[in-house]
């Protein structure tokens, strides 16, 4: 007898009725679908209404020997069941993503994940996949700038744009290379996907046939394929270099990707206009931890040489750092207090003495406090920078 709890059918994600014995068991109506390795048409049969089962080749009559079978592509095995069904069963677990709202939402393209690729940085996958269908014009800027990924999206599809003549033997390559920076660059994404396992990865949507599953199962779901591609090279990877596993973010910089999601557009505008107007320095141009005091300061503090050294060879924070500098740097008729007011014109000293001091040499920070503070260093930021040195010095 089938349980009463509502459960989904693993394959096409339709609520289901499940057998508390078969976890994985897929619904009626993916049953229909059952061929063997061949792509043969399955009959299953359980003429006893007992524990035995029968399963021939619909076409043929002759008996299948094997519990092995397919349901559009994916492997399942048949089970015995009781009473008056067959049972077929998924051969593993199967995740559905598409919402950013679910659990599994940080798998969808529209994700809030920047990436840096070709030398510029991307506000989500989505944007530098949809960006490549116009390679190399105007149009691919114009997809970059999109402020969401969906509007991205909608200009990629915009078919009164010059679609690249080679796009169609290209795009799964540019997605692969899209995702494959998301789920590398962010190291919390990296455990995220890992600890997914062996499970089939799904884009369960009716709106996608091709990258995802069409809502039924009858879709290619590419993405998944690319998501579960991208994982075992991940893990292939992280055998070879298991010291990679304990670099995995261990400094929480995911904190400052998170601030900076739908604000860094912004803060870009305001730099750029000389004028400062809204409240993003501490995660924008961070200081050492000790400067400040409140909670908002102390969560996007700097705790160490480390970290800071993590964040300046961060793909996408590093580089937005720098970039923020350097619209600063074309200030040349402001002052920092006139740009950022009080007291956030001390916060870009600090914040300039803490990455010049790890920095290379003549770096853009190194800039920063010739052209704004007379060259001079932040005398608090290199206390708190030498003290936690020796702390941790004496921790080894």
């Known amino acids: 007898m089938s349980s009463d709890q509502p459960c989904s059918c693993p394959l096409c994600f339709q609520p289901v009725a499940q057998w508390p014995q078969y976890p994985l ?64 069963e998924a051969a593993r677990k199967s995740i ?39 390679a190399g014009t105007v149009h691919e800027e114009q997809v970059q700038q999109a402020p969401t990924p969906r509007l991205a999206a909608e200009m990629g599809r915009d078919r009164n744009r010059p679609l690249r003549p080679d796009w169609h033997s290209i795009k799964d390559a540019t997605m692969r290379e899209a995702v494959y920076a998301k789920f590398t660059q962010h190291p919390n994404l990296t455990t995220k996907l890992l600890a997914t396992g062996e499970a089939r990865l799904v884009e369960h949507t009716r709106n996608d046939s091709y990258w995802g599953d069409g809502g039924d199962g009858h879709g290619k779901n590419r993405l998944g394929l690319v998501l579960m591609e991208i994982r ?21 910089l995911q904190r400052f990707i998170e601030a900076q999601a739908n604000r860094y557009q912004q803060v870009m505008a305001e730099l750029a206009q000389g004028h400062k107007r809204s409240h993003w320095m501490w995660y924008i141009f961070p200081q050492f931890a000790g400067l400040g005091s409140s909670p908002t300061s102390q969560k996007y503090a700097i705790k160490s040489r480390a970290e800071a050294q993590a964040y300046l060879n961060h793909p996408v ?79 080894i």
């Open 317 to 395: 924070l590093g580089t937005r750092l720098v970039e923020c500098t350097e619209t600063v740097l074309r200030l040349k008729d402001r002052s920092a207090q006139a740009i950022f007011g009080t007291p956030d014109d001390l916060k870009l000293h600090s914040c300039a003495t803490l990455f010049a001091t790890v920095g290379p040499p003549e770096s853009v920070f190194e800039q920063v406090l010739y052209q704004f503070f007379q060259g001079k260093r932040d005398e608090k930021t290199l206390h708190l920078l030498a003290r936690s040195d020796q702390s941790r010095e004496g921790s």
């Open 232 to 252: 075992t090279q991940i893990r292939q990877d992280l055998c070879h270099s298991p010291s990679a596993i304990a670099e995995m973010d261990t400094h929480n």
């Open 96 to 134: 559905g993503f598409y919402h950013l709202d679910q659990p599994y939402g940080f798998c969808s393209n529209f994700a809030p994940y920047p990436i840096r690729l070709k030398d510029k940085i991307w506000a989500t996958s989505e944007h530098y996949f949809q960006a490549q269908k116009f």
């Open 25 to 88: 068991a897929v619904c009626l109506a993916c049953v229909e679908h059952a061929t063997d390795a061949l792509g043969r048409k399955l009959k299953l049969l359980n003429p006893a209404l007992g524990a035995g089962f029968e399963v021939t080749v619909a076409d043929t009559g002759e008996a299948y020997q094997s519990q092995t079978c397919y349901i559009r592509g994916v492997e399942c095995r048949v089970a015995v069941a009781r009473l008056d069904a067959v049972v077929i």
